[in-house]
């Protein structure tokens, strides 16, 4: 048997493995203070749903990652404090991000998020991390859908130019 056969967690991770998964935690900890502090800009009851639901998926993953990192005597990157919650009406208007700013800010993030979760797949060579990540990945997956219905039926969704040409062959 070699090195890498057996129980996956008994297993080194290798410096990709180490670097971005640390690096994937990182940024998942700043976009729960980031959707912290846009949840007391929205007004809007969906929007605010999506939010939470953002912020328990990265603390759920923030969870099983420092788990992973732990058990492989890495050290964990720093956190901001959790964002206090404020009223939105308290946030003068000019200083408040708008509610179709915090919808394609938190669609542009979940799929950022599946380039990433689809990167660190692929370069693992655990398939417990390769696992925790596809299941990440469908967590996003599942989330940005539904962001993108709500912003199709807000009137929020800015879409690229169409292209409504259709061949004369057809």
Known sequence: MGILS?????????YGEVYSTWSYLLAGKGMTSAYQTML????????????EEAIRLCKQEEEQIEAMLKENGIGLPPAPPDRPDA????????ARFMDPEVAAKLAGDLAAGLVGCSTIMGQCIRED???????????????GVKVLR?????????????HLHKSDNC
């Open 6 to 14: 057996g129980n996956p967690k008994d297993e080194p991770l290798h």
């Open 40 to 51: 007391s800009h929205s007004g809007d009851g969906d929007l605010k749903k999506m939010l």
């Open 87 to 94: 009223c939105v009406n308290d946030i003068p208007p000019g």
């Open 129 to 143: 991390i390769a696992g925790m990540f596809g299941q990440f990945h469908t967590q996003k997956a599942a989330l």
């Open 150 to 162: 709500m912003n199709k039926e807000k009137g929020w969704l800015i879409p690229p130019p169409l």
